[in-house]
């Protein structure tokens, strides 16, 4: 959740800040001749940027709750259990898991 929500809120807000910057110089990408355009150019920025940012902020904040949690618990417990990528004699690749004391 952690990452999910840095990368929503990393993409939302340049998105957000877009949009808005759009509306209100009232003008549109195609330049300031165009006037008729730049609301609906704004939103098409400002809609999805907000969006981004209205999943991305909770599930930032959520992940790194529930990060901090894991890693009380990681180092109370000393339990590991990770993902691990080995070869072979043979030379194939075997994934497996990795449990550490």
């Not at 939302?12 to 330049?31: E, F, H, K, Q």
């Not at 417990?77 to 449990?99: E, K």
Request: aromatic share 8%; hydrophobic share 55%.
């Amino acid at each position: 959740m952690l990452a999910s929500g840095l990368v929503l809120t990393v993409v939302g807000l340049p998105l957000t800040i877009l949009g808005a910057r759009v509306v209100a110089r009232g003008y549109s990408i195609d330049g300031p001749g165009h006037q008729s355009s730049f609301g609906a150019i704004g939103a098409l920025f400002v809609v999805p940027g907000v969006s981004l940012l209205a999943a991305g902020i909770p599930l930032t904040v959520l992940g790194g709750i529930g990060f901090a949690r894991w890693r009380r618990w990681q180092a109370r417990f000393g339990l590991a259990v990770q993902p691990m990528i080995g070869r072979s004699a043979s030379g194939a690749w075997l994934p497996g898991l990795a449990i550490r004391f």
